[in-house]
């Protein structure tokens, strides 16, 4: 899901088709989660659709791994900051993320208020208030604390969080080095260039053996970027011009994760240890390297955060008509939600095509963010017109 410059990371053939996986194990995830044709469906396939309900939301922490692995690669790929002003990255990103996720909300507002006066589910939300269309306009709804419009909207703000925070991170090492440098202490040179990576593997430790484990830090970047700075570790130990310092990186990885696992259990922080090492062994193998994929699944993973953005309001569209015309059918069901994985990925093209791929501008992002809020509230107004 994660947006970065191109590059040859970036358009991995193996990256490509890792999202592509794990973006359709986010859809089916939420067809799942968000019934009831998934609860009819159960009848048939209880374990696959519990399965499902379960596990396939993990593939989250891959899509955290890549994240930190395409930001190294975009903004430090020899461990050190590539760039110069951090406020145009942080703002460049903002924009990127925001101009198509707040075309997708309007899209959400517009279908949860169509079917809503006669599909009762607790999918739909609310029509949604000023305060709660301004968060959602600024990524702020879950430190809000407001209701989401959305599913996974979370995600796309903890995305900029860690996009930000990292960029900081680097800046001040940078800018920390710079000034060492400019006083005379030259012996501290190399240590200030290996700093941004020093505090980066820290940073990793703090989040896994701490933060990541109290849920109430589950709205900032520090619970998630033990995840995503395995991704970064993995990016630069694929960089690394020696075997030998490739699986050093590798080691210092593998023992965050198992100091992580053996303080407290947790199956995604497994996942994303296995998802960081594997990206080392991959991205290091020749073979790898010219491997071409498979286009469907790689161009699914191209797509991914359109479809991420957009799969829910097409999800619940496909429930509130499948449920209003065959409310007990199992084939109905089952054929419904096949029926709505696939429209998602035709809607999330859709949004790539028109939206995402193009790059956006201040002015596009100010005039989507203002269209959400006034989407929101003319919704608002009419829904309390017909009640």
């Given at each position: ?5 191109p ?22 995830h939420h ?5 009831p ?11 696959l ?43 460049r ?58 599913a996974?909207?979370?995600y ?18 940078s ?33 896994l053996?701490?933060?990541n ?5 589950d ?50 922080i ?15 193998s ?7 994929g ?18 829910f309001?097409v ?5 509130a ?21 696939v ?15 193009h ?23 009419l829904m309390?017109?017909?009640?």
């Open positions: 899901m994660s947006q970065h410059t590059s040859h990371a970036s358009r991995s053939a193996l990256i490509d088709c890792t999202k592509g996986l794990a973006c359709a194990a986010i859809v089916w067809l799942a989660f968000y019934g044709m998934s609860d009819v469906a159960r009848q048939a396939v209880p374990g659709i519990d399965w499902l309900y379960e596990y396939a939301r993990m593939a989250v922490q891959v899509f955290l791994v890549l994240g930190g692995f395409l930001a190294a690669a975009s903004l430090a790929p020899q461990g050190q900051a590539r760039f110069t002003d951090p406020a145009q990255r942080i703002a990103r903002f924009v990127r993320l925001v101009v198509p996720y707040a075309v997708a909300l309007v899209i959400a507002i517009v279908v949860q208020a169509t079917v809503q006066p006669w599909f009762d589910h607790a999918s739909v939300s609310d029509v949604p208030d000023l305060g709660q269309l301004l968060a959602h306009a600024l990524l702020l709804q879950s430190v809000l604390d407001e209701e989401s419009l959305s996974g909207v979370w796309v703000a903890i995305d900029f969080q860690l996009f930000a925070l990292t960029t900081l991170v680097l800046t001040g090492v800018r920390a080095a710079v000034a060492l440098r400019a006083r005379g202490m030259s012996r501290y040179w190399p240590w200030a260039l290996s700093g941004a990576q020093a505090l980066v593997a820290t940073g990793v430790a703090a989040s053996l701490y933060f484990r109290d849920a109430n830090w709205v900032w970047a520090v619970y998630f970027f033990g995840a995503y700075g395995l991704g970064m570790l993995a990016y630069w130990a694929v960089q690394s011009p020696r075997a030998l310092g490739a699986w050093s990186w590798a080691l210092l990885i593998a023992a965050l994760v198992v100091a992580a696992l053996a303080l407290e259990w947790r199956p995604r497994a996942l994303a240890g296995v998802t960081a090492l594997l990206l080392v062994v991959a991205m290091r020749p073979a790898m390297q010219r491997w071409q498979w286009a469907p699944l790689s161009r699914l993973g191209q797509i991914s955060y359109s479809v991420f953005l957009v799969h309001a999800c619940v569209l496909v429930n008509v499948e449920s209003y015309f065959w409310p007990q059918s199992v084939a109905a069901a089952m054929a419904g939600m096949g029926i709505a994985f429209l998602s990925i035709a809607a999330g093209h859709l949004l790539y095509e028109r939206v995402e791929r790059v956006p501008t201040w002015q596009s992002a100010l005039r989507w963010q203002a269209g959400l809020v006034g989407t929101g509230l003319l919704t608002t107004a309390a017109g017909l009640r």
